[in-house]
């Protein structure tokens, strides 16, 4: 029964492009490519998940966890993050939980060959201002752990303001660390964005 009818629910996105990125929906041909840096413990586990163990299991994943969780919580699909001219997905940028009707987490993972070069700040940009003109979204939000000082900095390169420091909590192992909560108003991004 696991193997549900979820795609009469599924809420598409549309393609887009940014300055050096391509986003589009990841699917179950993507398992290889999304394997290669999901099974890698330095991205799978600040993502707060174990490094995927198999293209076997990616492939189940992207079939069946990831479009249930997306129908369950009425998300939309998320993308798959590639180079302009390609078709390789190299990471991701979604919303992956509800908080509310109108406010939405979002989350991201890169593969650590192309760290440091403003990726995942473009990519999430590129999902951000849809979310606000698009999916009529009023907050965004993004959790990271204390020692995640990349994904602090995106956070924070993207406007967010840290609205929250939640003390000893535990990491995807199990390790004691704060969880910090960041949190991005319509109204901040218009600031910034001209409103629509
Ligand atoms: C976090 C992550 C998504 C960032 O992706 P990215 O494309 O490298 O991010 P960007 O290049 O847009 O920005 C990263 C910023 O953090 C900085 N940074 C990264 N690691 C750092 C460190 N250890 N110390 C100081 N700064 C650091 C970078 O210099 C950059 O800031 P800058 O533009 O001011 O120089 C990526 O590292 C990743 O996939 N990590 C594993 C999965 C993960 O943690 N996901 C987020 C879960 S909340």
Redo the contacts with the bound molecule.
Sequence with gaps: MSNNNNTEEKISLPNLETDRLYLRERTVADAEAVFE?ASLP???????FPPVKTVEDEVYYLEHVLPKRNADHHLPSGYGICFKGTDKVI?SVDFNLRHADDVLEM??????D???????????QALIDLGFTQLGLHKIE????DY???????AE?LGFTLEATIRDRKDAQGKRCADLRYGLLKSEWEKHHGSI
Excluded: F
């Design positions: 840096y330095e991205v799978s586990w600040p993502a707060g990471g989350g991201y993972t890169l593969h650590p192309y760290w440091g070069q403003g990726m995942i700040t473009e990519a999430a993004i959790g990271c752990y995640n000082v990349g994904s602090r900095r995106v390169k």
